[in-house]
Nanobody, 123 residues
Framework: QVQLVESGGDSVQAGGSLRLSCAAS????????MGWFRRAPGKEREGVAA???????SYADSVKGRFTISNYDAKNTLYLQMNSLRPDDTAMYYC?????????????????WGQGTQVTVSS
């Protein structure tokens, strides 16, 4: 049974940093493509970053240069390092996984989802 559990969300001031983690279990982590998504109040879910099993990455334009997605295969854990946070980064952040290659950021591409972790950035 695939399980994805996010952690690391918090309330921070603009300009601050956070690192989100996603602990994965129930599948062969190293062959999956993983992604981070977010949903802000009143907005649709949007892709933030993705990482394929070969380590290649993709990012939404809004987070390029500020966020970094990474894997720690030995611990079956996905990370999202978020720097220079802005109030418009406020959202529930979700981890997602799919057993196929490709670094697309469309939510419909992903099969498994975590419950989310809240990030709030104040000005």
């Amino acid at each position: 049974q695939v399980q994805l559990v996010e952690s690391g969300g918090d309330s921070v001031q603009a300009g601050g940093s956070l690192r989100l983690s996603c602990a994965a279990s129930g599948f062969t982590y190293s062959v999956y493509c993983m992604g981070w998504f977010r949903r802000a109040p009143g907005k649709e879910r949007e892709g933030v970053a993705a990482i394929d099993s070969d380590g290649s990455t993709s990012y939404a334009d809004s987070v390029k240069g500020r966020f970094t997605i990474s894997n720690y295969d030995a611990k079956n854990t996905l990370y999202l390092q978020m720097n220079s946070l802005r109030p418009d980064d406020t959202a529930m952040y979700y981890c997602a996984a799919k057993p196929r290659h490709g670094r697309g950021l469309g939510a419909g591409l992903y099969d498994y989802w975590g419950q989310g972790t809240q990030v709030t950035v104040s000005s």
